[in-house]
């Protein structure tokens, strides 16, 4: 569970098959609350623990980072 009472919009809220609250992904893999142009989060103030939590530019940043290149060079070749 990711989603917290942080006061995350409806709107940006996906359910897994088990029921948990995830955020939404668009089509391009990407959390849908984040701005495609400036790449900041629209919801900052109202993002969920996990994102909190996340130091940017970790470990397990850089690795996300680059599965989402991996996912988007694979989805477009
Ligand atoms: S910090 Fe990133 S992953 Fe978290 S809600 Fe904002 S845009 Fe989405």
Redesign the pocket.
Known sequence: MIITDTG?PEK?IAYDEWGGET?RRLEDGW?S??DRETYL????EQ??WI?REFEVGSYECLVERQELDNYQNNSLG
Not at 41 to 44: A, D, E, K, L, N
């Open positions: 995350v940006h955020m959390c609350a984040l989060c629209t919801i900052y993002r969920p994102c």
